[in-house]
């Protein structure tokens, strides 16, 4: 069942480094510096900023302002792909920006639909999987 799952996500994927929901926003449009409190919140169109040639939302012009300050810090990895997916299969996959899991400091976001959560297996094989993902996601993404 979840092979079926990945397939289906996959054909749904764009052409771009980002996972961008349809205004072209990462992570849903949820605040990624949110994320580090805990407590993702939604993001607002009037605190946006562009990185690496996407763009995120925040919640106040205080996560933004810590964005811009840094932010390598906050973006998620793997461009906001499902991680689990990335250090499994190398493929992207969307996420819901609900699932989610900080691990030394950085934001790792998980597909959760339809009965599936990957951050269950994920948590089984963090540190193997994020090798893996490292790994898939220089050598076939990152030129």
Request: proline residues 4%; neutral net charge; aromatic residues 16%.
């Amino acid at each position: 069942m979840l092979k079926l799952i990945w397939i289906m996500a996959v054909l749904f994927v764009q052409d771009s480094n980002w996972n961008v929901n349809k205004d072209g926003v990462v992570a849903d449009g949820y605040d990624v510096v949110s994320y580090f409190d805990g407590t993702p919140k939604e993001g607002k169109p009037q605190f946006s900023s562009t990185y690496d040639g996407a763009t995120f939302y925040f919640h106040d012009a205080e996560s933004q302002k810590k964005f811009e300050e840094t932010p390598g810090k906050y973006a998620p990895q793997y461009g906001g792909w499902c991680a689990y997916a990335m250090g499994d299969t190398g493929e992207k996959v969307v996420v819901n920006p609900k699932t989610f899991k900080i691990t030394d400091g950085k934001l790792y976001l998980f597909y959760d639909r339809f009965g599936t959560n990957t951050l269950k297996p994920w948590e089984k094989d963090e540190k193997n999987l994020i090798k893996k993902s490292e790994i898939n996601w220089q050598t076939r993404y990152q030129h």
